[in-house]
């Protein structure tokens, strides 16, 4: 709990608002006792004065000094405003837990009862309560606490329902643990946290509430008074002394804000830590810049070729130096485990990682044409009608308030400068070419209408719109079952066959990628560190690293009495890279010369990056 | 999990009639409109309701101390207190359809006729205000958005984020005084009150727009930052589509669906701070009404303003989930 | 350890049936295999067994009593999702401990000697989730399984959510403890391969029904139902 708060101070926003709340609190308690007299205190020389020396911001209709009023004002106003507070988090949090606890009817009845409530503005509720507790600072708090109630019981509900849906809830279930211990062990600590820090945003808004209230005449009544009865005694003689009004305005709006900020800030350390760190996705393609240059004449016109890409967020530098070619026609798999940066790679070498990575490459050229240097304009046009890409997820790869067929058919408009519905018409072909069933009907639905394994095949229709040359698929099977994953792989290596596109099958499953590619790169650290023949996998790897990923995996053909092979340890960060070959440390034959110096890829036929290659051919270790 | 997803409405044969309700949308409104009646029932109910909670007798409450006994006993007949429950609660229904909200205790007006009067007054500062809202925050968003993705201008960031969060603090009645204070007072620029002319509409409705502009803006920047980051996003870049089409066409939508569920949010708490800006300006809509009665204890009044304060509000929900639902269709599927 | 057994579960949520009339026996000291695609009911199956899902039909039973009347829990479940299977604000020493039968002396002790057993160090009981990789947050959740002392364990895709070279430490120490415990063992996997290291029988889910179900060895080798013929042919190969 702790932690969150003291990030929060640490923050320049956060240490001003705890300042400011702690500054406020001492005001609450100690300007009545040192101001309280002089604020009552009537000076009948000076009545409904201006600014003057003896009262810096003039005084009221019985001459009482502005200043000193509103500093005392400060006990009343906070202490309203936490308490209203607390009695909305009480009765929230009440109402919240309330439909676990209570029989199923009636807790929905309760829920549902806090859903109508929660639709009305706090102030609309806060004036039907005033109606009900009478007016006055009792009847108003009241009020103000109960209108906030709703709110913070619809997010108790909200909070307690994602936690108890997650797994460690019904594993303790499970386990047997009671009602009561499950509320206050596994649930409550995991809201206690958001619902502070709520409470604390709400103080600010009880805050302003009750100043608006007390404005109205209708919460504190003389002769008590409070920053909102200020302001409204001020409001009248705005003409003559504004200071009067414009003071307990800027009271008001100061500590609303610290309260306000110092939650936001609290909350925003809530929302850090929970989100998931996505460094391939923010939004302009970083344009890659060419540090050597292209001298290299194209030989077989490769559709690809990569030399020396690397990508970099600041610092780290996850692909780091990556080379190869892909052939008119050829299937190329990389495979690597999550962190290895072959998805990273992917998006580079399409233009696709976005700010603040950057991309620079030796060479990078796709049909002949070098990226970097080609004018916008022409890469786009290149890219958009010969590469296609296929992304993981399928479901989230399609814009979900668009129809699928103008989703496919807008890459066409935007390319081959065909007509709305001409493209729509191709759109329909090229989903009937991808095997989607009905594809006039389909293209009208929207892409929660779809099955994942259809969706993936829509999307390499989408790919199909012009004549691509290379498709780029990125763990395109990740998310489907086998008899799916079997279908869509098919699809690939049929549209292959049929539009001699070249393929790069990323994919973090090696038998996939032996199954359906000429060529396989296997990536490490950010690093190719074997780039060999897909056939001779399971007898010619010769990098560690590969032999082990072979050997921990289990097919249908393993040994069942033996272990699997394990590989110790794990993958280096990407901003700790070990000065020698990345895969040192959890290698069995590793000797001093692979600690201290990163092995090249070697130039041949079947490249490896490794010091001691493993020469025996045969299954793997 | 990716079991074939067909849409709720996909079973729904073709045909003329039917095609309205073949619209996912379409079916959704009709679902969501009775949770609408039962929310009004509720509201109607607790207003009712609202007269009888009150602690001790509300007419003699509403006449004070010093009213005679038999002035207190025919007023409690003329508002047919004396009835039991049940009864007042089928004659206040019968009313309410009928379009009868009551009569008035202070001045024996007709509920509905001084609320007929007022609620256009209320409804001429609401909608350009919204309007006024939308047409600042939105461009406003995009733009700060556009500006400082993927980490870039951290500073600008900042500034925009801290004067947001500060405009939005500064609550509706006090940006008012503000207003007054600096462009009726200091610079006679604009009247303090009044309605006769259109710059008498200015500082009411700034007072009304600018802390909800502040925030809807801070909202479309996020909302269009998250959508940015999302795989969809990526796909609109990997068929190179230009980035105007990549934020009118793919990114935009998907940001202002989101940003629109706290619109009718923002909306609806607009309608509260009429009540405060109307105290403000002395202007004669429903939120000067309401203050007044609730003053005078004048029960009926305020029954009748609340009453028209929440069916709007309802209204208002309802609007907003059902044009979400035009615009995202899955919204159909969650709601249902 | 004893005999887990399906006796025609049916769930249904509304209209829609997960599970139709499933009946299954998972063998004292046995591991059996279930396989089955996304939506296959897989998942409902393990959680009905462990009251997590309501039983519309059938009974599941354990050495022939219902697993609803027995006051114990003797069925253990394992969670996929190793994120979210432990409690932030636990240390992993008091999520282990939790389940431990009341009664119970020592329960440092025996918390340590059971992360001894999944091998994680026993000097980090005190340590959060948070700081550990997903297959060590995942020999925890076992290590939890197996601290309420179950007559069952039920794996719910335990690997799935792993990295292929993790993947196979675990299988490891699944194989480890059938040895060591002679553990009674419900692995559920969309991976056949995976299944097949570790089970002594298979099954195989589709739309709620068993399709096939036998020995391992003869199963993979000699499917008799089509649908399992599909499953083995769409494996990629090496």
Redesign the interface.
């Known amino acids: 709990m702790g932690g969150k708060w003291r990030v929060a101070v640490r923050t320049p926003v956060g240490a001003c608002s705890a300042v400011l709340i702690v500054v406020v609190g001492a005001l609450a308690v100690l300007a009545p006792i040192v101001w309280g007299a002089g604020a009552e205190a009537t000076d009948t020389t000076a009545i409904q004065a201006g600014p003057s020396a003896a009262h810096l911001l003039g005084t009221d209709s019985l001459g009482r000094d502005i200043l000193l009023r509103v500093l005392v004002a400060t006990r009343l106003s906070v202490g309203l405003a936490v308490t209203a507070t607390l009695i909305g988090l009480v009765a929230g949090v009440l109402l919240g837990i309330a439909p676990s606890v209570l029989p199923r009817r009636l807790g929905r009845l309760v829920t549902s009862a806090v859903g109508i409530a929660v639709a009305f503005p706090a102030l609309l509720l806060a004036l039907f309560l005033a109606v009900i507790f009478g007016v006055g600072m009792q009847g108003a708090v009241l009020a103000i606490g109960l209108a906030g109630a709703p709110s913070f019981a619809r997010l108790t509900q909200t909070l307690a329902a994602s936690v108890a849906g997650r797994d460690f809830v019904a594993a303790a279930r499970v386990a047997g643990v009671g009602r009561l211990r499950l509320m206050t062990r596994h649930i409550l600590p995991n809201i206690g946290e958001p619902l502070v820090v709520n409470a604390t945003i709400g103080a600010g808004g009880a805050l302003l509430a009750f100043a608006g209230l007390s404005f109205l005449g209708i919460g504190v009544q003389a002769p008590d008074y409070d920053w909102g009865r200020l302001l409204g005694d001020g409001l009248d003689r705005i003409y003559t002394n504004p200071a009067a009004a414009l003071a307990p305005g800027v009271a008001v709006v100061v500590v609303g804000l610290a309260f306000n900020l110092f939650g936001e800030t609290a909350a925003a350390m809530l929302g850090t830590r929970t989100r998931r760190l996505r460094p391939a996705k923010p939004a302009e393609p970083a344009e890659p810049a060419v540090r050597r240059s292209p001298a290299r004449p194209v030989r077989d016109a490769p559709v690809l070729a990569v030399e020396d890409l690397r990508v970099a967020f600041g610092p780290v530098t996850p692909v780091r130096g990556v080379s190869f070619t892909i052939g008119a026609g050829e299937a190329v798999g990389m495979v690597g485990e999550s962190g290895s940066g072959k998805s990273l790679t992917a998006l580079a070498l399409s233009g696709l990682v976005e700010q603040p990575g950057t991309v620079t490459a030796g060479r990078l050229e796709f049909l002949g044409t070098p990226l970097p240097g080609a004018p916008q304009r022409e890469v786009r046009r290149l890219l958009g009608s010969s590469l296609a890409m296929v992304f993981q997820d399928p479901v989230a790869s399609f814009n979900p308030t668009q129809r699928v067929g103008r989703q496919l058919a807008e890459v066409s408009e935007q390319h081959q400068g065909l007509s709305r519905r001409a493209a729509l018409g191709r759109a329909v072909d090229r989903l009937r070419a991808v095997r989607v069933t009905e594809p006039e009907r389909r293209a009208r639905q929207y892409p929660h209408q779809f099955s994942g394994g259809m969706l993936q095949r829509a999307m390499i229709g989408m790919g199909l719109m012009a004549s691509p040359r290379l498709i780029v698929a990125d763990e395109p099977t990740t998310a489907l079952d086998v008899r799916v994953q079997r279908e869509v792989l098919r699809l690939l290596s049929g549209v292959r066959a049929s539009e001699g596109a070249a393929i790069l099958l990323i994919s973090h499953d090696i038998s996939v990628i032996a199954q359906t590619c000429d060529r396989v790169l296997v990536m490490y650290a950010g690093r190719i560190v074997e780039d060999m023949p897909a056939a001779r996998l399971r007898e010619g790897a010769r990098h560690p690293y590969t032999r082990a990923l072979l050997a921990s995996v289990p097919d249908m053909d393993t040994d069942l009495d033996r272990p699997l092979t394990v590989i110790p340890g794990r993958p280096p960060e990407p901003d700790r890279m070990p000065p020698g070959c990345a895969f040192a440390p959890r290698c069995p034959r590793a000797a001093d010369r692979c600690r201290s110096e990163d092995p090249e890829l070697s130039r041949s036929e079947h490249r490896v990056a490794c010091w001691h290659p493993d020469e025996r051919s045969g299954g793997p270790a | 999990m990716s079991g074939p997803m067909s849409g709720p409405m996909s079973g729904l044969v073709s045909g003329a009639p039917a095609r309205l309700v073949r619209a996912p949308w379409a079916a959704f409104a009709l679902r969501r409109s009775w949770r609408f009646l039962v929310s009004l029932w509720v509201l109607v109910t607790a207003s009712f309701l609202m007269i009888h909670l009150i602690p001790g007798d509300p007419v003699r409450a509403a006449l004070g101390t010093t009213a005679p006994v038999e002035l207190v006993e025919a007023r409690r007949q003329a508002l047919g207190l004396d009835a039991p429950l049940w009864q007042q609660y089928t004659g206040f229904l019968r009313g309410l359809l009928t379009g009868d909200l009551g009569t008035s205790m202070v001045n024996d007006l007709r509920v509905a006729q001084v609320v007929g009067e007022r609620l256009p007054e209320t409804i001429k500062l609401a909608l350009p205000a919204f309007v006024l809202v939308l047409a600042i925050s939105v461009p406003v968003g995009v733009v700060m958005a556009m500006l400082t993705r993927g980490g870039r201008r951290r500073g600008g960031e900042l500034a925009f984020t801290s004067a947001s969060v500060f405009v939005a603090a500064i609550p509706e009645f006090l940006l008012a005084v503000g207003l007054v204070y600096a462009f009726a007072v200091s610079l006679p620029w604009f009247p303090v009150a009044g309605r006769e002319e259109l710059s008498s509409y200015v500082l009411p409705v700034l007072s009304l727009a600018i802390a909800p502009a502040a925030v809807m803006a801070r909202i479309v920047r996020v909302e269009l930052l998250a959508v940015l980051g999302e795989d969809f996003v990526r796909t609109a870049r990997a068929k190179r589509l230009p980035a105007r089409l990549i934020y009118a066409r793919h990114a935009l939508p998907n940001a202002l669906t989101a940003t629109l569920t706290l619109a009718g949010l923002l909306l609806t708490s607009m309608v509260a701070g009429t009540v405060l800006v109307e105290n403000v300006f002395a202007w004669p809509g429903l939120g000067s009404t309401i203050v007044q009665s609730i003053l005078q204890k004048d029960y009926p009044m305020v029954q009748g303003v609340v009453l028209v304060y929440g069916a709007g509000v309802l209204l208002v929900n309802l609007l907003v989930d059902v044009l979400l639902a035009v615009l995202d269709p899955r919204s159909t599927i969650r709601e249902g | 350890m004893s005999e887990l057994v399906f006796d025609a579960v049916s769930v249904r949520y509304g209209r829609h049936t997960i599970l139709r009339e499933v009946s299954l026996t998972v063998p004292s000291g046995a591991t059996v295999g279930l396989v089955g695609?996304?939506?296959s009911g897989k998942s409902t199956l393990a959680?009905a067994a462990?009251?997590?899902s309501p039983v519309t039909g059938g009974r599941v039973l354990l050495d022939g009593a219902d697993v609803r009347g027995l006051a114990?829990?003797p069925?253990?479940?394992v969670?996929?999702?190793p994120y979210?299977?432990?409690?932030?604000?636990?240390s992993i020493g008091e999520?282990i401990a939790?389940?431990m039968p009341r009664g119970t002396r020592n329960r440092r002790e025996e918390a340590a000697r059971l992360l001894e057993l999944v091998g994680l160090d026993p000097q980090r009981a005190g340590v959060r989730p948070a700081q550990l990789?997903g297959g060590q947050r995942q020999r925890v959740?076992l290590a939890?399984a197996l601290a309420?002392r179950p007559e069952v364990v039920i794996a719910d895709e335990i690997t799935s959510a792993l990295?292929?070279?993790v993947?196979?430490?675990m299988?490891?120490l699944i194989?480890t403890l059938q040895r060591e415990m002679s553990l009674t063992m419900l692995f559920i996997s969309?991976n056949?391969?995976?299944v097949?290291?570790v089970s002594d029988i298979v099954a195989v889910l589709r739309h709620g029904e068993i399709v096939e179900s036998g020995p391992a060895e003869r199963l993979?080798k000699d499917p008799r139902h089509p649908y399992t013929q599909?499953?083995?042919?769409?494996?990629?190969?090496?």
């Open positions: 695609e996304s939506g959680r462990v009251g997590l114990r829990r069925v253990q479940l969670f996929q999702d979210g299977s432990l409690n932030p604000r636990m999520s939790e389940p990789s959740a939890r309420a990295d292929v070279s993947q196979g430490s299988l490891n194989r969309h056949l391969a995976v097949r290291y993979l599909d499953l083995l042919d769409a494996l990629p190969k090496l």
